[in-house]
């Protein structure tokens, strides 16, 4: 995956992300002009959270505490007056696609390590995907296999086998689903896929892809 890829996904990412923020905004401003209780509560979390910083790096934790219980205090005073607008309790949140990373495509792990996200990790898969002519997964899956377009009669003279076509391509189907299933041990084997061209290799690659992206 080169960094020209990654790094467009990254510039879509962070348009989400200012998009959402722009919105709260002005969701923010409507609904301020409609009830200027909310902005005067709002104001007093923000000051307070300036407070409580300074606090905690005074060690102050008796002040703390009391801080603490007029935020939460205000926090269900603020979700009383959604509510009571039938508004929902994170109606002053940024509306993020993922929440999980908040559309910044990397979260925290938890040593505080970053690490790309699974959202931004499907993008990344989906353009593998479309790329190699994979689009189809939907479709192209082993679910809609069907071994019976392929002879059950063994022919070695053409085969070059001692089992038939339909035994076969099970034989191949099979190895494929074992390599799925074990796809994350170390020691499983990787799978070669060859031939002459027109022999439609790349329905197999497809079959597994599809199975690969439905476990996970």
Known sequence: MSNEVLNSL??????KKLKSEIDLEKRKTD???KIPK???IEDELNHYAI???????????TSLNSLQKKIDELKIEKEKILKSKNLDINYLKPFYECELCKDTGYIRDTNYNSQMCNCLKQKLLD????????TNLKSEN???FNENLFSDKINIEKYKFDISPRDNINNIKNSCINFIEHFDDPNTNNLLFS??????KDIYVKLYCARIAKKR
Not at 10 to 15: A, D, F, G, H, I
Not at 51 to 61: D, G, P, R, S, V
Not at 127 to 134: D, G, L, Q, V
């Open 10 to 15: 990254l510039k879509e990412y962070e348009q």
């Open 31 to 33: 609904l301020y002009i």
């Open 38 to 40: 909310l902005k005067e």
């Open 51 to 61: 407070n409580t910083a300074k606090l905690i790096l005074e060690n102050k934790n």
């Open 127 to 134: 353009y593998s995907f479309h790329k190699s002519n994979m």
């Open 142 to 144: 082993f679910s809609n």
């Open 195 to 200: 031939g002459n061209t027109g022999l439609r």
